[in-house]
């Protein structure tokens, strides 16, 4: 185990068991003996002979750092989460005091937006959250994301360069869409910075202009992974109403490719959990998502130049011409659902699908009308290990009553 997870795991079983600087609990839940070790080492009398060496004119810890060592450090190694104490600023206490960031991690990815029945004002953004400890309760944070919204950044959709290979039908070998400036950029558009403090079982986060959220936070059992919900905001003029994010200490360029996605994770149990607004009414509602069959892989050579490139294609099948070339019936239609890497060495993905009878009602064999596009950002913990995707969908229509404006986790947890 590396020494991230070991900490994330020992901030996370602390934050859960309430520790503090009496009794042990051991990793396994026993009661463990206080006076039996001490986590800097020294023998259980240790405290004893030093203060019998300052009676015999030996030097004590005050005068040995000459007064100028703060009091912070002095408690270190005490066994007790003293003053502002963090597992970041006394490793040697760490597991005494509680996580100063949200169950002991730094690096989310998040998803979030404002949806409401009847309101053409829906937005969302995806991105990340950065998390760092200032003091044993709060910090700083910041924001990366891409951002889109109804009623003034109405990004149109943009082709990706990451094709289909291999896909069924053979010739709908179709490059991806996604929601415009996700592909096309390097990174994130748009970025926030603010503070966040932490009580309990919550994490508030105050942005400039005092706009605040509120998240629950539910470690994984593991304890190598949190999830953020969001439970609450204000100050917004149209506040966030759903949101995801989930959270370790990897680096955003940490990610898995297609090719482990579709093998080593393709059992994982996925669950699509989501709120889509469409036509003035938001849906929200949660069903599996499943890896493991009607997928295909595609391992071909990335197109125009990129590298990297990893795919999974599910197959459409045939369909009657419909009358009307704008509208079928998806629960008569295949559906082509299209899923892939870009190159571009972080967390991101792209997720788009279209009914099959559309393209063929309009001739086509890759369809270029108002499919689903949906960008997902890869959620993984300490060890590396995927989780599934956060992600939105921002898929404009002709009018704004006819946008698809959603948030939504594909995750196992």
Same mark, same amino acid.
């Given at each position: 185990?590396?020494?991230?997870?070991?900490?994330?795991?020992?901030?996370?079983?602390?934050?859960?068991?309430?520790?503090?600087?009496?009794?042990?609990?051991?990793?396994?839940?026993?009661?463990?003996?206080?006076?039996?070790?001490?986590?800097?080492?020294?023998?259980?009398?240790?405290?004893?002979?030093?203060?019998?060496?300052?009676?015999?004119?030996?030097?004590?810890?005050?005068?040995? @750092?000459?007064?100028?060592?703060?009091?912070?450090?002095?408690?270190?190694?005490?066994?007790?989460?003293?003053?502002?104490?963090?597992?970041?600023?006394?490793?040697?206490?760490?597991?005494?005091?509680?996580?100063?960031?949200?169950?002991?991690?730094?690096?989310?990815?998040?998803?979030?937006?404002?949806?409401?029945?009847?309101?053409?004002?829906?937005?969302?953004?995806?991105?990340?959250?950065?998390?760092?400890?200032?003091?044993?309760?709060?910090?700083?944070?910041?924001?990366?994301?891409?951002?889109?919204?109804?009623? @003034?950044?109405?990004?149109?959709?943009?082709?990706?360069?990451?094709?289909?290979?291999?896909?069924?039908?053979?010739?709908?070998?179709?490059?991806?869409?996604?929601?415009?400036?996700?592909?096309?950029?390097?990174?994130?558009?748009?970025?926030?910075?603010?503070?966040? @403090? %932490?009580?309990?079982?919550?994490?508030?986060?105050?942005?400039?202009?005092? %706009?605040?959220?509120?998240?629950?936070?539910?470690?994984?059992?593991?304890?190598?992974?949190?999830?953020?919900?969001?439970?609450?905001?204000?100050?917004?003029?149209?506040?966030?109403?759903?949101?995801?994010?989930?959270?370790?200490?990897?680096?955003?360029?940490?990610?898995?490719?297609?090719?482990?996605?579709?093998?080593?994770?393709?059992?994982?149990?996925?669950?699509?959990?989501?709120?889509?607004?469409?036509?003035?009414?938001?849906?929200?509602?949660?069903?599996?998502?499943?890896?493991?069959?009607?997928?295909?892989?595609?391992?071909?050579?990335?197109?125009?130049?990129?590298?990297?490139?990893?795919?999974?294609?599910?197959?459409?099948?045939?369909?009657?011409?419909?009358?009307?070339?704008?509208?079928?019936?998806?629960?008569?239609?295949?559906?082509?659902?299209?899923?892939?890497?870009?190159?571009?060495?972080?967390?991101?993905?792209?997720?788009?699908?279209?009914?099959?009878?559309?393209?063929?009602?309009?001739?086509?064999?890759?369809?270029?009308?108002? @499919?689903?596009?949906?960008?997902?950002?890869?959620?993984?913990?300490?060890?590396?290990?995927?989780?599934?995707?956060?992600?939105?969908?921002?898929?404009?229509?002709?009018?704004?009553?006819?946008?698809?404006?959603?948030?939504?986790?594909?995750?196992?947890?």
């Amino acid at each position: 185990m590396n020494r991230a997870s070991t900490r994330a795991l020992a901030a996370i079983a602390c934050w859960l068991l309430s520790c503090s600087g009496g009794g042990v609990t051991a990793p396994d839940g026993s009661a463990g003996d206080a006076d039996a070790s001490r986590p800097d080492g020294l023998a259980p009398d240790a405290d004893a002979e030093t203060d019998r060496d300052a009676e015999d004119g030996g030097a004590d810890a005050d005068s040995a @750092s000459d007064g100028d060592e703060p009091i912070d450090a002095r408690s270190c190694g005490n066994t007790a989460c003293d003053d502002e104490e963090t597992c970041e600023s006394c490793p040697r206490d760490c597991g005494l005091c509680a996580p100063c960031a949200p169950g002991g991690m730094t690096n989310f990815v998040v998803a979030i937006g404002h949806l409401v029945d009847g309101s053409t004002e829906g937005w969302n953004r995806l991105g990340t959250y950065t998390f760092a400890c200032t003091g044993a309760a709060g910090g700083t944070v910041s924001s990366a994301h891409w951002r889109f919204n109804q009623s @003034s950044h109405r990004h149109a959709r943009e082709l990706t360069g990451v094709s289909g290979v291999d896909c069924t039908p053979a010739e709908r070998d179709c490059e991806i869409r996604t929601s415009g400036t996700f592909a096309s950029l390097p990174g994130p558009e748009e970025t926030l910075a603010g503070t966040y @403090s %932490l009580e309990g079982g919550t994490v508030t986060i105050a942005w400039a202009g005092d %706009l605040v959220e509120t998240w629950a936070v539910t470690p994984h059992a593991a304890g190598l992974i949190v999830r953020l919900d969001l439970a609450g905001s204000s100050g917004f003029a149209t506040p966030p109403t759903h949101g995801w994010a989930y959270g370790s200490n990897a680096s955003f360029e940490s990610a898995a490719t297609m090719t482990e996605v579709v093998t080593t994770y393709r059992e994982l149990p996925l669950r699509f959990e989501y709120a889509i607004w469409n036509r003035n009414a938001v849906t929200e509602d949660s069903a599996p998502f499943d890896l493991s069959s009607g997928w295909s892989q595609c391992d071909g050579e990335a197109s125009v130049g990129q590298t990297g490139c990893r795919m999974l294609a599910a197959d459409g099948g045939g369909c009657d011409m419909p009358a009307d070339p704008h509208w079928c019936d998806p629960g008569e239609s295949p559906m082509m659902y299209y899923l892939g890497d870009l190159p571009a060495g972080d967390r991101r993905n792209v997720y788009e699908f279209w009914t099959l009878c559309l393209a063929e009602g309009r001739e086509e064999t890759c369809y270029t009308g108002n @499919s689903h596009v949906r960008p997902v950002m890869q959620a993984i913990d300490d060890g590396g290990a995927f989780h599934g995707w956060v992600g939105i969908e921002w898929s404009p229509g002709y009018e704004a009553s006819g946008d698809y404006v959603g948030v939504f986790r594909m995750t196992d947890f």
